[in-house]
């Protein structure tokens, strides 16, 4: 059964679409689900990313995408990011009563990788990851950094994402999205003891 008829009622979840001339994209995520992953995008090695990202994070996620794979993998990539984030934000909604903070420390053989991630509502990036490699399958490495930047603006995410150490770029860019994986697993927990108040002495997000 497909995963968007496979979300049970009342959870947090969100179906958005993107259409234009480079690609066509739909994603449906479920935050409160159990880690199943229906992923393709045509691009190998981001299907494995996105996998890996909804078992740890213990999101259902549906991705599917179509783009201009002829010229190269960055629209694809980039849309990709959009369209999660966007399907985030809408599922989380206000944001009332979730714990809002979260980070996770990575290992994978050589590399440790970290992510921190306020689901704030205003969107900023930190990426200090480094490659040796152009490639990782048919993907340019530098194409990750926009995955996340993409995915932290349309998330409403304040996210700083760091390779302390590694030599695999196999392992550091998995490990990065293990890491962003866990780090959102811990923000978006309901806090019962906020009784579904606003995370925050504004009283809202974003402001």
Request: proline share 2%.
């Amino acid at each position: 059964m497909p995963l968007d008829q496979n979300i049970a009622t009342g959870a947090r979840t969100a179906t958005r679409t993107r259409k234009t001339k480079e690609t066509d994209i739909t994603v449906t995520l479920n935050v409160d689900g159990t880690g199943q992953a229906d992923v393709q995008t045509g691009i190998g090695f981001l299907d494995h990313m996105l996998e890996g990202f909804a078992k740890h994070s213990l999101m259902d996620l549906h991705v599917r995408a179509k783009g201009d794979l002829h010229i190269d993998g960055h629209h694809t990539t980039e849309d990709v990011g959009i369209v999660m984030g966007l399907a985030f934000a809408e599922a989380i909604g206000d944001a009332g009563g979730i714990v809002r903070f979260g980070h996770a420390y990575i290992p994978m053989d050589e590399t440790l990788s970290r992510a921190s991630v306020d689901v704030s509502m205003r969107p900023y990036l930190i990426w200090k990851v480094h490659f040796t490699r152009d490639k990782l399958g048919e993907v340019d490495t530098e194409l990750f950094k926009e995955w996340f930047h993409a995915f932290a603006m349309n998330g409403g995410l304040t996210l700083h994402v760091e390779n302390i150490y590694g030599e695999n770029n196999h392992h550091i860019v998995e490990s990065c999205f293990k890491a962003l994986a866990r780090s959102l697993k811990m923000a978006v927990a309901i806090d019962p003891r906020l009784g579904g108040a606003s995370p925050s002495t504004k009283g809202s997000l974003g402001s």
